[in-house]
């Protein structure tokens, strides 16, 4: 009304006013149309996935709508790194003057190739803190460790969309394969190079040989054993840090048991699960990840898939504090549970997954109930 001019009008008249917004009206909803974010009629208005996911994460319907495009049921690591370098959201990130020259000095120090023609884009830029937040590399000057931290506070709400696009089109490897993204988000490691022992802060090149050779290459494995072995194991080397930082770690207990429903005469079957934590992680929440900027919970994903088809039932996010029960419903009808398994994954460690088969358990609870 006070400044008509900036929006292309003539003046403030209530016709004119009117007509404008009508058209932006039209044409927004007929850009999210054709992005796949809702669906419309003469009458209504309907959200589609692509719309609830933009509006659940605060993020651009070009960004969802370009995963829509781009993800599917066997996206590979470097892909997904890829995609979510290209999000809308890193459209500003800073490119300055001659910062095109550090990027190409950069994209010879990473494991996946960029664009060399694209060196002053901004997602180039992005992809490249990110594969030097992973690989661990010294960022070539205070403005990039700036940048990083931003670009890595952004990520968490970009790949937890696409996590509910590859779940809600049940896909499995897909969704586990991002969910590896995160993990690796969180550390500062790559998921399918680096051993997941160097999350532990006082790491060096001889421990990690060391245990290597005695058959560990998992802190999960780690927190499984007892002290007097792991001070055996270690050697020299300083057990007091070394025993600290295990301490940051959750050893979690997943028990899990078939229940039969009734819900209007129709018989369904849900799977109790019963998750606790068993060691001095206790009542605490809070994840270790120095690599990260920002403080995080821990949270993990309930993935009730197949493994041999590699469908995707069902996903559930949960945290807790020293214990949690819950419950994921069955597919119904239950056609074949054969390769049916349910699995613990971390969003914020490495190589803390547990995987434990629902066929299994299914067959020995009926063999105890017809004995």
């Known amino acids: 009304m006070v400044n008509p001019a900036y929006y292309g009008l003539e003046n403030a008249e209530v016709e004119m006013l009117n007509s404008y917004l009508s058209r932006l009206v039209q044409t927004t909803f007929e850009d999210l149309e054709d992005s796949g974010c809702i669906k419309m009629d003469e009458e209504n208005v309907e959200p589609l996935v692509l719309g609830t996911i933009a509006s659940q994460y605060y993020l651009s319907y070009m960004t969802v709508s370009m995963f829509g495009s781009n993800i599917g049921p066997d996206t590979s690591l470097e892909m997904f790194l890829h995609i979510l370098s290209g999000a809308s959201e890193y459209d500003e990130l800073p490119v300055r003057h001659n910062e095109e020259n550090y990027n190409e000095a950069l994209s010879g120090r990473v494991r996946y190739m960029v664009d060399k023609n694209a060196l002053d884009d901004p997602h180039v830029k992005a992809n490249l803190l990110f594969q030097a937040h992973f690989s661990q590399l010294e960022l070539p000057i205070s403005d990039y460790v700036t940048d990083l931290k931003s670009v890595l506070d952004q990520s ?186 349910l699995m613990l994954v971390s969003d914020c460690y490495v190589g803390f997954e547990q995987e434990h088969s629902v066929e299994e358990l299914v067959k020995s609870q009926l063999t105890e109930a017809s004995d």
Request: aromatic letters at 8%; glycine letters at 4%; a positive charge.
């Open 156 to 341: 968490i709400r970009i790949i937890q969309a696409m996590i509910d696009i590859c779940a809600n089109s049940g896909w499995l490897s897909a969704s586990v394969t991002c969910m590896h993204l995160m993990q690796m988000v969180m550390q500062g490691l790559w998921f399918d190079q680096d051993s997941s022992l160097q999350m532990l802060s006082c790491m060096n090149e001889d421990l990690l040989q060391s245990l290597r050779k005695r058959g560990i290459s998992t802190v999960q494995q780690l927190l499984d054993l007892p002290g007097a072995t792991l001070q055996a194991m270690i050697g020299n080397f300083p057990a007091s840090r070394f025993f600290q930082d295990l301490q940051n770690f959750p050893c979690i207990r997943m028990k899990l048991k078939v229940e039969k429903k009734d819900i209007d005469g129709r018989k369904y079957l849900t799977l109790k699960i019963k998750l606790e934590k068993t060691n001095r992680k206790q009542n605490r929440s809070r994840a270790f990840t120095p690599r990260f900027p920002k403080l995080k919970d821990e949270a993990w994903w309930l993935v009730l898939g197949n493994t041999s088809t590699f469908a995707l039932y069902a996903l559930k996010r949960v945290s807790f504090s020293d214990h949690l029960v819950t419950h994921m419903e069955l597919p119904s009808p239950l056609t074949s549970v054969q390769g049916m398994k």
